[in-house]
């Protein structure tokens, strides 16, 4: 079956930078792309961006442009997040998730990131 | 950008009668293509969100068909027929514009007994 599996919890300084993994498994990796999303203590998620497994294009939401860099290495079939220049409000919980019919049909458990001094 | 609008934010139901949710976009999400890419999900505490609804009215995989979805333009609603224990939580509509990609979440709309 289809499988998102993300790294474990972070916890980081301000101004640190952070990279969260989500490895992927029962399909084929470069067929869907993948995206970030992310969700504060509280309901609400807000949507970073995605990356087009097979040819590595990214977008990001404007927010986000210039702090946020989406890879992957299609030979382990995992996506990658990086977020730089972390500030208190990072915190939160982020998430990958498959992209079919422009929706999320599969996400991966989510990886707390924790940002104090 | 388009901004996603639900309504009640909070819903408080009883087993076995419907309930409903609304979500308003402020554009039309409607395509050339003929498909409207509006989603449903739902989410418990302590887990990931679950998408129940694609382009309006699709339920996924191993959705109970007491979901439902319906719509057009910029008003959808989503209505649980006879709702269950397990359907406590916070549902979110999301439109999923189609090229480039980029998802609008609602605020949400949290579902108690």
């Known amino acids: 079956q289809v499988q998102l599996v993300q790294s474990g919890t972070e916890v980081k300084k301000p101004g640190a930078s952070v990279k969260v993994s989500c490895k992927t498994s029962g399909y084929t990796f470069t067929d869907y792309y993948i995206h970030w999303v992310r969700q504060a203590p509280g309901p609400g998620l807000e949507w970073m961006g995605w990356?087009?497994?097979?040819?590595?294009?990214?977008n990001s939401a404007r927010k986000f442009q210039g702090r946020v860099t989406l890879t992957r290495d299609a030979s382990i079939s995992t996506a990658y997040m990086e977020l730089s220049g972390l500030r208190s409000d990072d915190t939160a919980v982020y998430y990958c998730?498959?992209?079919?019919?422009?929706?999320?049909?599969?996400w991966g458990q989510g990886t707390l990131v924790a940002v104090s001094s | 950008d388009i901004v996603m609008t639900q309504s009640p934010l909070s819903l408080p139901v009883t087993l076995g009668q419907p309930a409903f949710i609304s979500c308003r976009s402020s554009q039309s999400l409607g395509y050339r293509d003929g498909s409207t890419y509006l989603n449903w999900f739902h989410q418990r505490p302590g887990q990931s969100p679950r998408r129940l609804i694609y382009?309006?009215?699709n339920r996924d995989s191993g959705v109970p068909d007491r979901f439902s979805g319906s719509g057009s333009g910029t008003d959808f609603t989503l209505k649980i027929s006879r709702v269950e224990a397990e359907d406590v939580g916070v549902y979110y509509c999301?439109?999923?514009?189609?090229?480039?990609?980029?998802?609008?979440f609602g605020q949400g709309t949290k579902v108690e007994i």
């Open positions: 998730a498959r992209d079919a019919n422009t929706g999320g049909d599969c």
């Open positions: 999301m439109q999923g514009k189609h090229w480039p990609p980029s998802w609008t």
């Open positions: 990356i087009n497994p097979n040819s590595g294009d990214t």
């Open positions: 382009k309006v009215s």
